[in-house]
């Protein structure tokens, strides 16, 4: 594996950058603070600015991390935070994983898969890695999906934890072969 920093990525729709301390009001607005956003997401919402803040800058500590690949996720048109996208080392599977989640007004416009596209293709050309995990919640269809279309095929059952391990769904769990 390479040391490296988390680049710039971009698409023909998308931005993906790391994030600033500046983006903490609209991480907040466009999906930290929403309880749907959050349902299927081992987070919690955030229900004040402050916890917003906080966890961007545990991100920004992470930027140079060669085990944790986050980026915020903007329109380039509008240049519009819509979200973010993860690839990180899972400790308990030894593997990379991927992980997004988008704010509602960027939902069933195909980012995810166009983000997630190039974030894979970053993992394969510039850190070599050769299979990627994605898990998702069996109640949330739609991100079983997107890893469908980014070529994710299907192992097994899992149990699955939201919120902080407050919910439990039965989930899906996914590998890429690179």
């Not at 490296?4 to 729709?13: A, V």
């Not at 402050?50 to 991100?59: F, L, Q």
């Not at 195909?110 to 510039?126: H, L, R, W």
């Not at 990627?132 to 069996?138: D, E, F, P, Q, S």
């Amino acid at each position: 594996m390479i040391d490296m920093k988390t680049p710039i990525l971009k698409t023909d729709r998308l931005i993906l950058r790391p994030f600033c301390l500046e983006d903490s009001l609209e991480v907040f607005e466009c999906w930290e603070s929403d309880p749907d956003v959050a349902k299927y997401m081992f987070w919690t919402n955030h229900n004040d600015i402050n916890k917003t803040i906080a966890w961007v800058k545990k991100e920004l500590s992470k930027i140079d991390a060669d085990d944790w690949y986050r980026w915020a996720i903007l329109s380039k048109q509008a240049k519009e935070l819509l979200g973010t996208g993860l690839i990180y080392v899972e400790e308990e599977y030894g593997k990379f994983e991927i992980a997004y989640n988008f704010g509602k007004k960027a939902w069933g416009f195909g980012y995810t898969t166009e983000a997630m596209q190039e974030v894979i293709k970053f993992a394969k050309e510039e850190l070599g890695i050769k299979e990627i995990m994605g898990r998702h919640a069996k109640e949330n269809p739609a991100s079983g999906k997107i890893m469908e279309k980014l070529g994710f095929k299907y192992i097994k059952d899992i149990p699955y934890e939201c919120n902080r391990g407050n919910n439990l769904y039965e989930g899906k769990e996914y590998i890429l072969k690179l």
